[in-house]
């Protein structure tokens, strides 16, 4: 079957509005769009503006009172705890419906935020579309950050309330949540009124008296007296949710997701990009607290009527490298989608396949890769043991979903290895010099979007318009900066290569160099620091921090890189995988005073690098070689 897309693609950029107007089609409106598009509205436009909407109508009740009711909605599969569950669409919409009546009992209204910090369990998900039903604005907080990180979002948020558990279950050791999400608002200026709390029964907690609600005890009782929650109508240009990224600085960027345009744009994604129909099993093994839990756990599979799993385990040692194609095989999961380092793990452990011949796959048609470059080695092998096809595409925390991709349900166009192909209708690509000019084809340079960007990517950040237009804006004036440096090939397939900004991608995580800097540099002893993303085998990149002591300090290097490593964990989270501190003499700086952590990098990825004609003294390469030496660190 030839393929679609140019067709598509140049129908979208002929009338852009056209191809959105149509789209928008498939969502229940309660007011219908006055604009499809208006320019004057936001930092750059905003899309179906004088529409009102609500996302939880969409995504529940439309499917319940449209033959969808006893349709399984959501399947819960904890191989870490043992347990599995599933949700029709009316029963997730009751459960829903009894969080919804809880949050409003406890004042949450329209507009009002709610910080979600929560494991992989159903709850996650009630809690979502519970605010979503209320037109409340979610920010859910990955599990994997510590108090400080979780505080730090309270205070930007201003939550009224937080919707929490007792403990996330991770290989080997529970994590107690309670002592974070106390530390975090003891910590927090914002004060939280009240806690939503889920006795998890692998460790419950204690309850703070007058603050903390017993989550199964509040909504047990609400749907004992069959409290109604009506959709609450909200503009399609109200915010959804905001979900903290990490931006070049410790303070996280919180993306605002709107409405409208956020449905518009993941239902058309479904079947166009991602090939698969309504009733169909689509899974993707991330996790609700990034943005592809937000995009592909929860609201793109079941606007599309599909039925979403909700896995809470790892690709390996839940309990081996086969869980993955159990989960395929048992839900007969049609296509999943997952990061890279996934499959790198398992491919670790069974290098052969010899887990993925004992399931039955024949359901399963494609296999999705992103969140960080997907390495030609390891789309081979997935494609070698699976038999399907893998699509590598692109796409960021901001724009909710694919910029570029292979897309499926348009029909699929040649694969070209490291390339995560074609940009989508919505998104017209280009490659600028650092002057803001093109550059000739198959050039790098830093890849843009021309504005505006279509529906579905953030309109602002939170309370921060000036850092919006200065992070994303400014730099290319009539272009978003995507902070990504890559090429577009003579077929117009994208190479996204590497950030240029202090973010790496650790196991598929985002995650600031310069907030970890922050961090180190908050230590006695630490004069000064850098901290760069080096070459891991499985997670893609970890980081690693170079310190340079005060003067005087009489004690060991070992003893206070230890100390370093704890605190990062303490005040980031065990997520930053930081588990690296090389004790130096000297950074080496160019003669204008930049830390030149790209060559520091190419040092310990014992890549080639050639001396930076500005550095102020070459004799601090050679100190950072010796240093490394015997370390184990880098590939
Ligand atoms: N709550 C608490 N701690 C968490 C956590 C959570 N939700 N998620 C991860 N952590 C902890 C881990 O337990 C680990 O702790 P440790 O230092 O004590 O071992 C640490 O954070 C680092 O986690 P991670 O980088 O995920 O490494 P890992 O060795 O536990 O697992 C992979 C490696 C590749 C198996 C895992 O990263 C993975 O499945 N990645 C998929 C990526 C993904 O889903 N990306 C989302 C975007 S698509
Ligand atoms: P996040 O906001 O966590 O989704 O991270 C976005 C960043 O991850 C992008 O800016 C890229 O640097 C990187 N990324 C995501 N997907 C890909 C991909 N398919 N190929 C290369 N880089 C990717």
Not at 278 to 296: C, I, K, N, R, T
Not at 499 to 527: F, K, W
Request: net charge negative; glycine share 10%.
């Amino acid at each position: 079957m030839s393929s679609r897309y140019h067709e598509v693609y140049a129908g979208w950029k002929s009338d852009p509005e056209a191809f959105w107007a149509e789209a928008a089609k498939a969502i229940d409106w309660f007011t219908p769009p006055e604009r499809i598009f208006d320019a004057g509205q936001g930092v750059y436009g905003r899309w179906f503006t004088g529409a009102t909407c609500n996302t939880c109508f969409n995504v529940l009740d439309r499917h319940v009172d449209g033959g969808r009711a006893d349709q399984t909605a959501l399947i819960y599969d904890s191989p870490i705890t043992g347990a599995k569950k599933s949700f029709t669409y009316a029963q997730l919409r009751d459960e829903v419906v009894a969080l919804a009546a809880v949050l409003r009992e406890q004042g949450v209204a329209k507009g009002d935020r709610v910080i979600i910090y929560m494991p992989m369990v159903p709850e996650a998900v009630f809690a979502m579309l519970a605010c979503a039903r209320l037109g409340a604005v979610h920010s859910v907080v990955f599990g994997g950050f510590a108090a400080k990180e979780l505080a730090t979002r309270i205070d930007d948020a201003q939550p009224k309330l937080i919707v929490s558990a007792s403990c996330g279950v991770e290989p080997g050791r529970i994590v107690a949540y309670k002592p974070l999400l106390d530390g975090a608002i003891a910590m927090a200026k914002h004060k939280v009124e009240h806690c939503v709390v889920l006795q998890r029964e692998q460790q419950p907690c204690d309850l703070v008296p007058n603050r903390d609600l017993d989550m199964a005890e509040v909504t047990a009782a609400a749907k004992k007296a069959g409290i109604w929650v009506d959709c609450e109508p909200v503009a399609a240009t109200d915010p959804l949710y905001v979900l903290y990224t990490s931006g070049t600085t410790g303070q996280p960027k919180g993306v605002v997701r709107d409405n409208g345009g956020h449905m518009v744009a993941l239902e058309w994604s479904m079947w166009n990009e991602f090939g698969v129909k309504p009733g169909e099993v689509f899974w993707a093994a991330s996790d609700v607290g990034w943005v592809v839990g937000h995009s592909y756990i929860v609201y793109a599979p079941l606007l599309h009527g599909c039925t979403t799993i909700l896995f809470e385990g790892k690709p390996v040692g839940t309990p081996d490298a086969g869980t993955f194609w159990r989960v395929i095989a048992e839900h007969g999961v049609a296509a999943m989608f997952t990061a890279p380092t996934a499959f790198r793990a398992i491919k670790g452990q069974d290098p052969k396949g010899e887990f993925v011949k004992k399931y039955d796959l024949s359901g399963f048609r494609t296999l999705f890769l992103a969140g960080e470059r997907a390495d030609p080695e390891t789309i081979k092998w997935a494609e070698a043991q699976l038999g399907v096809p893998v699509i590598d595409h692109w796409w960021q925390t901001e724009t909710g979903h694919p910029i570029s991709q292979n897309p499926v349900g348009l029909g699929l166009l040649p694969v070209k290895y490291g390339s995560p192909a074609v940009p989508m209708p919505g998104f017209d690509v280009q490659v600028l010099d650092d002057a803001g000019h093109a550059v000739p084809t198959g050039t790098l340079g830093n890849v843009v979007v021309k504005l505006p960007l279509p529906p579905g990517c953030l309109p602002t950040l939170w309370n921060a318009e000036d850092r919006f237009r200065s992070a994303y804006l400014s730099e290319f004036p009539g272009y978003y900066k995507t902070a990504d440096a890559g090429l577009i090939d003579e077929d117009g397939y994208l190479f996204i290569m590497a950030r240029t900004d202090d973010i790496i991608n650790v196991a598929g995580h985002r995650l600031s160099t310069g907030g970890m800097e922050e961090v180190v540099a908050e230590h006695p002893d630490v004069a000064e620091c850098a901290v760069v993303g080096i070459a891991d085998p499985m997670k893609g990149q970890v980081p690693c921090g170079f310190v340079v002591l005060n003067a005087g300090v009489a004690r060991e290097g070992p003893e206070i890189e230890k100390e370093i490593v704890a605190l990062v964990r303490e005040r980031i989270g065990p997520v930053a995988a930081f588990k690296s501190v090389v004790t130096v003499k000297r950074l080496p700086k160019t003669r204008s005073g930049k830390i030149l952590r790209g060559t520091m990098q190419k040092i310990a990825d014992k890549e080639g690098w050639t001396m930076p004609a500005t550095i102020d003294d070459p004799a601090i390469l050679d100190e950072i070689e010796a240093a490394l030496k015997g370390r184990g660190i880098g590939v």
